[in-house]
């Protein structure tokens, strides 16, 4: 059997349009003989409603809770509407309007109590794939392939730390052999949630925020398939932002770690925990586009093939401060980092990069409004100084590790612009730098001239941009007569 995991997002389904597209790609899959399991999140905005709805009733405003559940309800109703037909619709306009009463006595009881715990956060919220993933598994039997609706629930067990649950992969394997595996068999696509699992003991629990890519990649774990597809709205990993620099290129490969890496930098692809269990098991997993299937995306394999261009990618994160902290009476003492790591913990703020010298500390920060309350406290211990507006610039590829003279060629590429920190990731992977936020596009732009000038096109997607650039020409030519 050739089995693949093929997980769409929010936007994939997030109306009838994208779901009869999305029923397109898993029928091509099948014609082609494989063996899809469909992972699907909630559509688009709707698990950002659902905890809005959840707030709202547990703040005591049980009419404005009860106003978004009824607009998520004709949104679900809506769209089956336009996906079946005959008596498969008005069952299943039944079955959601049974749905959405439950949901209703939910907030209506929070809007009683006035308190939100994170089980019941999760009970709300996971409405949102129990309904995107029946209407999937109708719509998809409307159109002839043979699905079946799975309930998540029975096959991703986690523990109880409800809102981030940590899944148990023995039971996920077990449950899936006992609610997935039959249907593979007698030829049938499943189709579940992603995002949602239980406990043991059948309590509704959520996997985090943007969950969804991490089932697809438990359930590929657990199955041995044969790939993991994460279908999106982008046509893959790119080398950077398009919208900044308009001749970034797909990659085409990539490997876990420096996709891993990439996610910690706020590359917006997939969360680097997320794609672990494929990672453990070998199993590659490729970026598609929903919106145009032709394309290849962007494929993440363990181990990346050895490429001649240094670096993979290039990401910015904007909105950091930089906080420099300079030793005066404790100079050189010890236990002096910790104690300034000490007030980053009390105020519960991550740090994101660090270095150091004899006499001071600098240390970046998401821009954080509890950045006044720090300063003060680290003023007991040294002087303060921080300054927002900064970015972070971080390079990615496998290709730098023990290459000779890369730091010379980035900083040669931006020599016209004022760097501030500098780090080289303990992974060896990534070099990173802060400037101002100003100088981002600059020196990003400066940054793929100078290393995808002579992009290796077995890793990077030359042949697309070579055609842009052929019309572009041809526009000009004509602009010229
Ligand atoms: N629907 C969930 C979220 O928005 C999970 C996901 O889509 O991955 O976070
Ligand atoms: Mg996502």
């Known amino acids: 059997m050739r089995l693949v995991v093929m997980k769409f997002g929010g936007t994939s389904v997030e109306d009838a349009a994208a779901i009869e597209r999305t029923a397109k790609i898993v029928a091509g ?20 409603a659902l905890l809005a709805a959840a707030g709202a009733a547990s703040r005591g405003d049980r009419i404005g809770a009860l106003a978004l559940s009824a607009r998520l309800r004709c949104r679900h109703r809506d769209t089956a509407g336009a996906l079946l037909r005959g008596d498969q619709l008005p069952k299943f306009q039944t079955w959601i309007d049974a749905e959405f009463d439950g949901l209703d006595e939910v907030l209506r009881g929070l809007a009683a109590i006035g308190e939100l715990t994170p089980r019941i956060s999760d009970l709300v919220v996971s409405h949102g794939e129990r309904l995107s993933s029946r209407l999937v598994a109708a719509a998809f039997i409307e159109r002839d392939i043979a699905a079946a609706h799975v309930d998540a629930r029975d096959c991703i067990v986690t523990d109880d730390h409800y809102g981030k649950a940590i899944p148990q992969d023995d039971f996920i394997e ?35 925020r943007g969950g969804s890519d991490f089932t697809g990649a438990l359930i590929g774990g657990a199955l041995d398939a044969e790939a993991i597809e994460i279908w999106t709205d982008v046509n893959g990993i790119m080398t950077t932002d398009p919208r900044i620099c308009p001749d970034a290129l797909r990659v085409k ?8 890496e990439l996610a910690y930098f706020g590359a917006k692809v997939l969360h680097p925990a997320t794609i672990l269990p494929a990672v453990k098991k070998n199993i590659p997993v490729q970026v598609l586009n929903s919106r145009n299937a032709e394309n290849e995306g962007t494929r993440i394999i363990s181990l990346a093939p050895h490429s001649n261009s240094p670096f993979k990618c290039i990401a910015a994160k904007r909105k950091l401060t930089i906080i420099d902290v300079v030793a005066s009476r404790m100079l050189m003492s010890h236990g002096y980092l910790k104690a300034i790591f000490d007030v980053f913990d009390k105020h519960k703020c991550a740090v994101d990069m660090v270095s150091t010298s004899e006499v001071s500390v600098s240390l970046t920060v998401d821009s954080n409004e509890k950045l006044p309350a720090i300063a003060a406290d680290l003023s007991a211990l040294a002087d303060v100084k921080y300054e927002g507006r900064k970015a972070l610039i971080c390079m990615v590829g496998e290709n730098i590790r023990g290459q ?42 400066s940054l793929h001239a100078a290393f995808f000038k ?28």
């Open 253 to 260: 490969t990539i490997s876990f770690e420096e996709a891993a």
């Open 404 to 445: 000779n003279g890369i730091a010379a060629q980035v900083f040669q590429a931006v020599r016209h612009v004022n760097v501030r920190m500098i780090s080289q990731g303990a992974s060896e992977i990534n070099m990173s730098f802060m400037i101002e936020e100003d100088d981002v596009d600059e020196a990003v732009r």
């Open 454 to 481: 002579d992009p290796d096109p077995e890793i990077f997607d030359v042949e697309a941009r070579d055609a842009a650039r052929a019309i572009m020409t041809q526009l000009e030519e004509r602009v010229e007569l």
């Open 29 to 48: 899959r099948v014609a082609l003989g494989k063996s899809p399991v469909v992972v699907v999140s909630a559509m688009a905005k709707v698990t950002d």
């Open 174 to 208: 077990e449950r899936c052999r006992i609610h997935v595996v039959p249907h593979l068999h007698q030829g049938r696509v499943p189709v579940m949630g992603g995002f949602i699992g239980s406990t043991v003991k059948g309590i509704t629990t959520t996997l985090g």
